[in-house]
């Protein structure tokens, strides 16, 4: 099967077809336990392509949606389960209980998806229009 590297070579994302096999290299590059520093290269050039492919294509407008419909909506994009969140987040626990809407985002968790997504971290502040359920 060889590395997530030799498998797709760096290049302009011009279609969806391009942009499936990209995210997917990412991802599996991104869950490594351990990066080379030529793997981290890579890997932040491809994100750089990523975003710049979804940025011209494939806008969000989340302006009717809530914080936790935009972490949904961002998650259920690129793939992440709760767990994933949990784990991105630092908790595993953490990723279902923010999912459900049982547990508020931290501007420390705000930091970590802003940065993460690629998105302003203001999309996370918003005034929720649910109610958190009480532990």
């Known amino acids: 099967m060889?590395?997530?590297m030799s498998r797709w070579t760096l290049h302009v994302i011009r279609n969806d077809t391009d942009h499936a096999n990209a995210v997917e290299v990412a991802e599996e590059l991104a869950?490594?336990?351990r990066l080379s520093p030529v793997e981290r290269s890579y890997l932040d050039v491809l994100w750089?392509?990523?975003?710049?492919?979804?940025?011209?294509?494939h806008e969000i407008d989340v302006s009717a949606l809530d914080p936790l419909e935009i972490?949904?909506?961002?998650?259920?994009?690129?793939?992440?389960?709760?767990?994933?969140?949990g784990r991105l987040l630092g908790n595993r626990a953490l990723g279902s209980k923010?999912?459900?809407g049982e547990r508020e985002l931290s501007k420390d968790n705000i930091?970590?998806?802003a940065d993460h997504f690629?998105?302003?971290p203001g999309i996370f502040l918003k005034t929720s229009k649910r109610t958190p359920v009480e532990a």
Do not use: W
Request: hydrophobic residues 40%; charged residues 30%.
């Open 71 to 85: 972490v949904q909506y961002l998650a259920e994009q690129s793939g992440m389960t709760a767990s994933d969140l």
């Open 98 to 100: 923010i999912m459900r």
């Open 118 to 120: 690629n998105v302003e």
């Open 111 to 113: 930091r970590v998806l």
């Open 48 to 57: 750089v392509l990523i975003e710049k492919y979804e940025s011209e294509r």
């Open 31 to 33: 869950f490594k336990d």
């Open 2 to 4: 060889g590395s997530p």
